[in-house]
């Protein structure tokens, strides 16, 4: 009896030690939208006094909301996915309201364009994993930073991409690595979706293209990163290599794992008209 009692406690407080570090994981995650968030309003331009005012005001509740949450884990209450959740949906407005006013006060109506090549980070929204997905499976990635050209933004952060699985093998004991392809094919931005043709180039252990600058530079026609917005990026996730095509090839036998949320680099292989827009 004794021994069902203690076995009883320590799977209770296992059940609870992972509790937490999942609560800590989905802080960690508003954490970093927070930054997104924080980024967006520092580099909006074209605003009023008035409107970078209200912004300002908007963002110091968000992280005044995010740092409540902090203080009542380190109390050991409980936060509920509801409050983790209402404040990711928040934060996630916020950043799209953002990008949208930047983005139409900044940009010109005419010869706006991605060009070939352009390299951008996106965060993946969806999960994905080699031995269970599925070809022609929906992918989601926003982008993590905005894309500019010259002076003019033309992909504003958190712009949704879509695409879906182009063909996929899960690790097996005759083929020991799993591989996965992706292909996007639909930005969405400001409201108005563009066909794309854009390919991953590597899984980054990091936020990517990130940092004080959080701008990429997009001249002469091609895809060019500033320096000074690599501090901070790792590298390559490890036990992930680039095959041709942008296939992403798991090593050491096992399957091509990318948990939501993972930071996929990507390039455009197509230049980009942005005026030929379809709602």
Do not use: C
């Amino acid at each position: 009896m004794q021994r069902m009692w203690t076995l009883i406690g320590t799977l209770f407080l296992a059940g609870a030690v992972t509790l937490a570090q999942s609560g800590s994981m989905e802080l960690s995650s508003l954490e970093q939208r927070l930054t997104d968030a924080q980024s967006a309003v520092s580099h909006a331009s074209g605003l009023g006094a008035s409107e970078r005012s209200d912004l300002e005001r908007e963002l110091q509740d968000l992280e005044d909301d995010l740092a409540y949450l902090r203080v009542k884990q380190r109390k050991g209450e409980r936060v509920t996915d509801r409050e983790t959740r209402d404040l990711g949906e928040r934060i996630d407005r916020f950043i799209q309201r953002t990008n949208d006013r930047s983005y139409n006060a900044s940009v010109p109506s005419r010869g706006r364009v991605i060009p070939l090549n352009t390299e951008l980070d996106v965060r993946l929204q969806t999960p994905l994993n080699s031995g269970t997905a599925q070809v022609e499976q929906r992918v989601e990635a926003t982008t993590m930073v905005n894309l500019y050209r010259e002076d003019d933004l033309i992909v504003p952060a958190g712009s949704l991409l879509v695409g879906h699985v182009a063909a996929v093998d899960s690790a097996s004991r005759t083929d020991r690595k799993g591989s996965i392809a992706l292909q996007f094919t639909r930005l969405t931005l400001n409201g108005r979706s563009h066909d794309v043709r854009v390919s991953v180039t590597e899984a980054l252990e990091s936020e990517g293209l990130k940092g004080e600058v959080g701008r990429i530079g997009a001249g002469a026609g091609v895809g060019a990163i500033i320096g000074g917005i690599l501090g901070g990026v790792k590298g390559a996730v490890t036990g992930i290599l680039i095959g041709a095509g942008g296939v992403l090839v798991a090593t050491e036998g096992k399957d091509v794992d990318l948990p939501m949320g993972t930071v996929l680099r990507v390039r455009f292989d197509t230049e980009v008209p942005l005026e030929a827009t379809r709602r």
